[in-house]
């Protein structure tokens, strides 16, 4: 009996050929995967629950965003490569955080990883928010500017959906916030 696969790609020498396109993706996918482990070589990695929160507020505050906008629990391990932007933060297991604010639950994996700069996280991996029964993963979150009053966060796809900024915000960022824009 013939397989499916024997019909379906002729041989030669005895040896299936795959179509170029087949081909092509799995040349793609292997040097993605390549320069995925790449993508961390001459990091700034710090271990521990209290180094790693520091450093997360320390970048999230950096960029220009409210410290409660990523609240990652039992941090281990983060890392930032300055020369491309990428970081990334692991945690002990997988969280779910309600913003009360927003109405919004959101999914965080045991590692969240993204490409930072000025006002802007994208292609984040790692992080998907609850909309309606489905489960939508978030790729960027960024800050509307020049008055930063507005994050959006986009899907890959790009739909985006903005919220107040305030409603990621500690009270004492709310406050201070509050007290800027009043004068």
Not at 3 to 22: D, K
Not at 92 to 103: C, I, L, M
Request: charged share 25%; aromatic share 10%; with cysteine.
């Amino acid at each position: 009996m013939i397989s499916s696969f024997a019909t379906a790609f002729p041989t030669i020498s005895g040896v299936h050929q795959l179509p170029r396109s087949l081909l092509h993706r799995h040349r793609k996918m292997s040097t993605t995967n390549k320069s995925a482990a790449d993508e961390r070589a001459g990091a700034e990695i710090v271990y521990g629950a209290e180094e790693c929160h520091r450093q997360s507020v320390e970048l999230l505050q950096e960029l220009g965003f409210p410290k409660g906008v990523m609240p990652l629990q039992n941090l281990e391990e983060c890392g930032r490569v300055r020369e491309t932007g990428f970081v990334w933060m692991k945690q002990k297991a997988p969280y779910e955080h309600f913003f009360v604010n927003t109405g919004t639950r959101v999914s965080y994996a045991a590692e969240v990883t993204a490409y930072v700069e000025k006002s802007r996280m994208k292609r984040m991996t790692g992080i998907k928010s609850r909309q309606m029964f489905l489960w939508v993963p978030i790729a960027e979150m960024s800050l509307e500017e020049p008055a930063a009053s507005k994050i959006t966060f986009k899907t890959p796809m790009g739909i985006g959906k903005s919220f107040p900024v305030t409603a990621f915000m500690t009270d004492e960022e709310k406050n201070k916030y509050l007290l800027e824009k009043g004068n």
